[in-house]
C-alpha cells in the first residue's frame, strides 16, 4: 500500500489500519455464522456495524480483535495478515486496536483498583515503564473520560454504569490505539447517559484520530455516531455505504426491514 | 396501596455499598483460636515439665504444681496438652497448606486445559471425593510408617479434592467472564492472567472451605493417633491423650476430658472464624455474578 497524498480520493486519504478481507467464519462444523464479509477501518472515520442478534455481529468483532481465526479469508493489520502465533507483531496489533466491550460490570475486574485496570495495556504491553509514568498517564486518561483523579485507588464497585463505560474506554485509550472495536457499548447502559457516553465516543474520535468500529443494533445511535454504516444479515453484509444514503434510501429488502423496526416516538 | 416504580437511578446507586458489619463470629472465633495459637507457640520456648518427666506420681488430679494433673506414668498433662496444641497447629496448616496448594493447582488446569483433560481430572476428583480420609489416612501410613508428616500428607490430599472442584468451578465461572477476554486483549498472557484476575477472583470462595478444613484435620488427626495411626509416642497427640486416658477415666476424668474440651474448642473457634472472615474478606460488591 503506497503513502496517502493530497488530493486523491476520500476513501484513499488514510491507510486503512485493519481490515476483514473475504473472511468467513463458522464454530466447529457447524454452520457459516460469518461468510465472505469484507470490511475497511481507516483512522478518524466512524463506521456503524448493525444487524439483529444472532446475525454474526460479534463474531466478526471476535475476529477483528484476534481472539479468534477466521476459517477462510483473512484480517489484515496495516495490510499485512493477522498471524496470532506471532508475538511480535500480535504486541503491535494489539496496541493499535482496542475493545470497549457491552457490559461495563463484567469487563472490569471487581477486584482490582480501577487505575490498575486502566495501566494493564500499559504493563502487558510494555509501554510505560515505571510506576510513576504509568500513574501519571492512569490520571490523564481517567480525566479525558471525565473521571476524577482519585477513581484510580477505588474499586469498580463504586461506579455505575455509565462510569465503569467511561473506565473501560479509558483502557481501551491506554496503549494509544488508532482503532477502537466497540460491541454494544452502550446497550447495557441508562438511556439518561447513553448520550453522554457516545459523545464520548464522537470527542475522543475527532480528537485523537481514532477509527470506531460501533456495533449496535440501536441505529438511532449509529445514526448519530457513524459517517458509514454496514449491515450484516445472517452472516453477510447486505449493504454497506454512508450512513445517510443507507438510511434514507435503503436498497436492501432487509435495511428497510430493520428501519421500519425501529421504533418511534408519535 | 400504592406500588411505588423504582427509578433508573434507585436502581443503580452510583455508590453501591459493601454489605459490613461487626462480626462477634470473628471476635469469639478468633479469641479461641487465639489462645490454642499462643499455648502452641508457647510450648516451643517453655514447657512446665520435661514431656518425659514421671516424677509426678500417677493419675494425680489437678493441682497447683500440675495444673492438668497427670497420667498414668506420672507425667504432667498440662504439658502435653501445649504439646498436643502445638501438634494440632501443625496438622492444620500443614495439611490445609497441601489442599490448598495442590486443589488450586489441579483445579485451574482443568478448568483452563481442554475438554478432554477437564473430564479425566474431574472424574477422578469425583473417586477422589468419594473416597474416605480414614482408609487414604491408612494407605499413606502403610506407605511411609506412622508419623505427623503421613497424617498431615495423607489429610492435605484428601482435602485438595474438594478444594480443587471448587477451584475448577469457580476458575471456570471466572473465566467466562469479560474482563478476562479485555485481559486478552490487553496483551497479557495466560499465567499472569491467572494470577491478575483469576486467583484473586477464585481465592474469597476458598477461604471458608479452607479454614473449615483446618478444623476438620484437628480431628482427623486425633482420630488417626486414637487408633494408633498418628504421631508416635512419645509425642502427644489430643487424640492418643483421649485413647490413653480412656481405660482410666472413672478414676482420672479430667485426663479425658480436657483434650476433648481443647479440640471441640479449636473446632469450634476455627469454624466461627471461617464465618466472620468470609464477611470481612468478601465484601458483596466485588463478587462476580
Known sequence: MTAATPGEAQANAAPVVLAADRVSFSYGRGAEVLHDVSLALVPGESVGLVGESGAGKTSLLRLLLGLGAPTSGEIRFEGHALDRRDTRSMLAFRRAVQPVYQDPFSSLDPRMRVGDSVAEPLRSLGIAGGRTERAARVTELLESVGLPADAAERYPDAFSGGQRQRIAIARALAPEPRVILADEPVSALDTSVRMQVIELFQRLARERGIGLLLVSHDLTIVAALCRRIAVLEGGIIVEQGETRSVLTEPRHPYTRRLLDSVPRLP | ?289
Open chain 2, 1 to 289: 396501596m400504592t406500588v411505588s416504580v423504582p427509578t433508573a437511578a434507585e436502581q443503580k446507586p452510583v455508590v453501591r455499598r459493601a454489605r459490613r458489619r461487626t462480626s462477634i463470629n470473628l471476635v469469639v472465633g478468633g479469641v479461641l483460636f487465639g489462645v490454642i495459637v499462643t499455648v502452641a507457640v508457647l510450648s516451643l520456648f517453655a514447657l512446665p515439665y520435661e514431656p518425659s518427666d514421671t516424677t509426678g506420681g500417677r493419675l494425680q488430679p489437678p493441682s497447683g504444681e500440675h495444673w492438668a494433673g497427670t497420667d498414668r506414668l506420672g507425667r504432667d498433662l498440662f504439658t502435653q496438652l501445649m504439646i498436643g496444641a502445638r501438634l494440632a497447629m501443625l496438622t492444620g496448616l500443614g495439611s490445609v497448606a497441601i489442599a490448598a496448594v495442590v486443589g488450586v493447582v489441579v483445579g485451574l488446569v482443568a478448568a483452563t486445559a481442554g475438554r478432554w483433560i477437564d473430564d479425566a481430572l474431574s472424574s477422578l476428583l469425583d473417586i477422589a471425593i468419594a473416597f474416605p480420609t480414614l482408609l487414604l489416612a491408612m494407605l499413606v501410613v502403610a506407605w511411609r510408617g506412622a508419623s505427623l508428616d503421613s497424617a498431615i500428607l495423607a489429610i492435605g490430599l484428601a482435602g485438595s479434592a474438594v478444594i480443587a472442584r471448587l477451584t475448577r468451578v469457580t476458575a471456570s465461572r471466572v473465566l467466562a467472564q469479560e474482563f478476562v477476554k479485555a485481559s486478552r486483549t490487553s496483551g497479557t498472557g495466560t499465567l499472569r492472567l491467572i494470577r491478575l484476575h483469576v486467583l484473586p477472583n477464585v481465592w474469597p470462595t476458598l477461604i471458608v472451605p479452607l479454614a473449615l478444613q483446618f478444623g476438620g484435620a484437628v480431628v482427623a488427626e486425633a482420630s488417626l493417633s486414637y487408633v494408633g495411626l498418628g504421631s508416635p509416642p512419645p509425642n502427644a497427640s489430643w487424640g492418643r491423650m483421649l485413647q490413653e486416658a480412656q481405660s482410666t477415666v472413672l478414676v482420672a476424668p479430667s485426663a479425658a476430658i480436657l483434650p476433648g474440651l481443647l479440640l471441640v474448642a479449636t473446632i469450634i473457634g476455627v469454624n466461627l472464624l471461617a464465618d466472620g472472615l468470609r464477611d470481612v474478606a468478601d465484601p458483596a460488591g466485588r463478587s462476580i455474578r
